[in-house]
């Protein structure tokens, strides 16, 4: 059954109870193009579809190849972008800025290039100063890891979002390149 374009031809008084119902169910729902704002066919076609279309998002990468400090903490330098809606990441700072409150998806792919045997890598997330997600993983062998952190976050309008690595023994390094080692976020909800 379509959705209705017109309000229907039931007549009033002739049969009360369906004509009730009927006309009741077109005023709140609105018929198909209606221009009435409260109706949810208006909702659905115009708030709902503006809230989708406007919604944020970005994925950022690293162009080139970084060295880490052993035993060091640092900042991924994510500073390319493949898309920013929203020009809510900074490739100088390498950091997401939250335009609104809302849940976040999150996901983080890091490939390290590996030295020496039994070196360990740290991947975190961060809000501000805070560790929010982590991942971690342990080399055999000269070789490459592949640091994968991914989850939800509910996010305060202004909170800085950035990812942290870090190595325990050698410099081992971060591989630049799209593929290799970014990050995404997308706001899912507010």
Not at 22 to 42: Q, R, W
Not at 98 to 118: C, E, F, H, L
Request: charged share 15%.
């Amino acid at each position: 059954m379509a959705f209705p374009t017109d309000k229907s031809d039931v007549v009033d008084n002739v049969d009360d109870v369906l004509a009730a119902h009927i006309n009741a169910l077109e005023t709140k729902m609105g018929v198909d193009g209606s221009a009435v704002a409260s109706s949810l066919d208006y909702i659905v076609n115009h708030l709902a579809v503006a809230k989708i279309v406007n919604t944020t998002k970005a994925r950022v990468y690293t162009s080139n190849n970084q060295v880490l400090v052993a035993n060091t903490e640092e900042i991924l330098e994510l500073n390319q972008e493949t898309f920013d809606i929203g020009s809510n990441f900074d490739t100088g700072t390498y950091k997401f800025t939250a335009p609104v409150t809302g849940y976040y998806q999150i996901d983080v792919s890091v490939r390290y290039a590996i030295n020496a045997d039994q070196d360990q890598i740290t991947t975190r997330v961060k809000v501000g100063d805070t560790v929010t997600l982590e991942g971690k993983g342990q080399a055999s062998g000269a070789s490459t890891l592949q640091g994968i952190v991914s989850g939800l976050l509910f996010l305060t309008a202004a909170d800085e979002v950035s990812v942290w690595v870090m190595n325990n023994d050698n410099a081992d390094t971060i591989s630049g390149g799209t593929t290799f080692t970014w990050m995404s976020i997308h706001l899912l909800s507010v």
